[in-house]
Nanobody
Framework: QVQLVESGGGLVQPGGSLRLSCTAS????????MGWYRQAPGKEREVVAT???????NYADSVMGRFTISRDNAKNTVFLRMNSLKAEETAVYYC???????????????WGQGTQVTVSS
């Protein structure tokens, strides 16, 4: 069984910073693309940033230049560094990963349980 566990959410003031982490565990052959999504109350889930199994990254226009996605392949972990946070970015942030499992090599898309980020003074 493979799962994603997120951490790092919390309360931060506008203009502040947070770093989210998401670690995959279980019978993993390979982790392909990983990403972060968010869902604010009353809104649809939206992509924030993605990273391939190499180093290619993509960001939502609204976070470009403020957020940085990275990954530590040795630790099966993806990070999201968020700077200059805005109140409207209050949401539940979800980790996403495309994983090839063991012993049978099957591809799955997994989601973490979500971590709350609240930006408020």
């Amino acid at each position: 069984q493979v799962q994603l566990v997120e951490s790092g959410g919390g309360l931060v003031q506008p203009g502040g910073s947070l770093r989210l982490s998401c670690t995959a565990s279980g019978s993993i052959f390979r982790i392909n693309a990983m990403g972060w999504y968010r869902q604010a109350p009353g809104k649809e889930r939206e992509v924030v940033a993605t990273i391939t199994d190499g180093t290619t990254t993509n960001y939502a226009d609204s976070v470009m230049g403020r957020f940085t996605i990275s990954r530590d392949n040795a630790k099966n972990t993806v990070f999201l560094r968020m700077n200059s946070l805005k109140a409207e970015e209050t949401a539940v942030y979800y980790c996403n990963a495309h994983i090839t499992t063991l012993p049978v090599r099957m591809d799955f898309e997994l989601w973490g349980q979500g971590t709350q980020v609240t930006v408020s003074s």
